[in-house]
């Protein structure tokens, strides 16, 4: 839950696409029209602003095109410029002793 109204009723939600437990980290992908781009990035920021101990990406369609060329599911040529962007750091190293996930609260509103 991002923001109530005044009655206390959700008025703005973010339910990101993937948690990955081994990574502590959700996902979301995104590679819609630019507005919507936008405003899922306004969203993953504010998400983080309210729990801060929440590890968010949120993938562009270059880097799902660059995902489906590294795992031999499109050809190289479906990139825009042939090479790709830079090295996507999808997977950082697994935090340590994070007790096992996000808090419980966190979990309900993804």
């Not at 880097?63 to 042939?82: F, N, T, W």
């Amino acid at each position: 839950m991002l923001e109530r109204d005044r009655e206390g009723n959700p008025a703005q939600a973010f339910s990101p696409d993937f948690y990955l437990p081994a990574y502590d980290l959700y996902i979301e992908i995104t590679t819609l029209n630019q507005k919507l781009v936008t405003k899922k990035n306004r969203k993953a920021r504010r998400l983080v602003e309210l729990h801060p101990e929440i590890n968010i990406k949120v993938l562009y369609q270059r880097d799902y095109l660059q995902l489906l060329v590294k795992y031999g599911l499109e050809r190289p040529s479906q990139l825009a410029d042939g090479t790709g962007p830079a090295k996507l750091d999808l997977f950082p190293e697994p935090r340590r002793g994070s007790g096992g996930g996000a808090p419980e609260s966190a979990q309900e509103s993804a």
